[in-house]
């Protein structure tokens, strides 16, 4: 999605209040798309509030997208530039609606902040999630996952952008308000590489390498982009 230069700065927009309990951390798995970590989303521990939400809005789960080349990867592009890969933490409005499958299906249903990753310095708190990839590799592979804090994982800047979109898979229903973060976070060759040693495939298949595993870019038509930095 073409961020930036079809974007109004909006004052209105509030900073987005974020406050995730580790300890809500499930399990890591291979879901044949991409790599998953959800956590337990039974109750109000981990929310975000403010921003362009109306409610607060619970974390079920995280996951990324990237390329085969650090070329491209993004879901979203910034000035007409892919980054090699985009984090996406799901989180859905628990206040208007009683299950996730219900909330997916709903316009204030789903609140889904992306972060760019680029090529850089290596990510401390990443590598946490690098090391549980090997046990993975193939798809529908799961292990457990104890304690993680995926805040360490979202920039300090606050700016951002938002828009009202979809799911970027399948039922790819219109339930996303997207808060895109400026600010993308640095991650080191070897991070990346470890992406890409995931497989689309199950264990006895024909291996697949898990890359390009991003939809492309869909045109803007009117749809607005809101910042919240001038
Ligand atoms: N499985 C049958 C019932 O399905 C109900 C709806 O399931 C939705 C599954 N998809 C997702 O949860 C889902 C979540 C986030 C994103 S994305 N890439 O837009 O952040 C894409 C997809
Ligand atoms: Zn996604």
């Not at 309990?21 to 798995?29: E, K, M, N, Q, V």
């Given at each position: 999605h073409p961020l930036w230069q079809n974007s109004v700065y909006d004052p209105v927009l509030k900073p987005l209040k974020i406050s995730y309990?580790?300890?809500?951390?499930?399990?890591?798995?291979n879901n044949g798309y991409s790599f998953l970590v959800e956590f337990d989303d039974s109750a109000d521990r981990s929310i975000i509030v403010g921003g362009p939400l109306e409610n607060q809005?619970?974390?079920k789960q995280f996951h990324f997208h990237w390329g085969a080349i650090n070329e491209w990867g993004s879901e979203h592009t910034v000035?007409?530039?892919?980054?090699?890969?985009?984090?996406?933490?799901?989180?859905?409005?628990?206040?208007?609606?009683?299950?996730?499958?219900?909330?997916?299906?709903?316009?204030?249903?789903?609140?889904?902040i992306g972060v760019f990753l680029k090529l850089g310095a290596h990510h401390e708190g990443l590598q946490t999630l690098v090391d549980a990839l090997p046990a993975i590799k193939h798809k529908d592979t799961v292990i457990e996952f104890d304690v993680f804090d995926p805040s360490c994982l979202?920039?300090?800047?606050?700016?951002?952008?938002?828009?009202?979109?979809?799911?970027?898979?399948p039922p790819l229903t219109e339930s996303v308000t997207w808060i895109i973060k400026k600010q993308?976070?640095?991650?080191?060759?070897?991070q990346l590489e470890a992406f890409r040693m995931l497989l689309?495939?199950?264990d006895g298949e024909e291996e697949k390498r898990m890359v390009d595993n991003f939809r492309p870019l869909q045109p803007l038509m009117n749809r607005t982009v809101r910042s919240s930095f001038q």
């Open positions: 309990d580790p300890t809500t951390c499930l399990h890591i798995w809005y619970r974390l000035d007409c530039k892919f980054y090699p890969a985009e984090l996406h933490l799901v989180h859905w409005n628990a206040v208007a609606y009683p299950t996730f499958e219900e909330a997916v299906m709903e316009g204030d249903g789903l609140a889904v979202i920039p300090q800047c606050p700016d951002y952008w938002t828009y009202a979109g979809s799911l970027t898979t993308p976070i640095e991650v080191d060759e070897n689309f495939t199950s």
